[in-house]
């Protein structure tokens, strides 16, 4: 196409339309990408302490909850604490003490 050809009212309104459709696709993209395992350790701590609440008592597991182990992982401590961790980068972990409802770096 020659660089002084005109666009078209037809031509700008199919442009319109495919940038439209591409900001969807992104904004789907993104809003139903997978959570990071920080906002998963996140939830899964909360649904721990929910569990703890409602049943007066830590879960034994993960499956207690409803989830699976994987990147995030849970451990009942004792009666009345646990933890929740996940591996951050090659060296530390990201770890959840529920006793002081702090997260700290573990090498």
Do not use: C
């Amino acid at each position: 196409m020659d660089g002084n050809a005109k666009v078209t009212p037809k031509r700008r309104q199919v442009r319109l339309v495919l940038l439209v459709l591409a900001a969807i696709v992104l904004i789907a993209v993104f809003w139903f990408a997978p959570s990071s395992k920080m906002d998963t350790a996140q939830r899964i701590a909360r649904e721990v302490h929910d569990f703890q609440y409602t049943h007066n008592r830590l879960p034994d597991s993960l499956t207690e909850i409803r989830e699976k182990e994987g990147a995030v992982h849970y451990q009942k401590l004792d009666e009345r604490s646990f933890k929740v961790w996940y591996q951050a980068n090659s060296d530390e972990k990201e770890v959840y003490d529920s006793l002081s409802n702090t997260w700290f770096r573990q090498p």
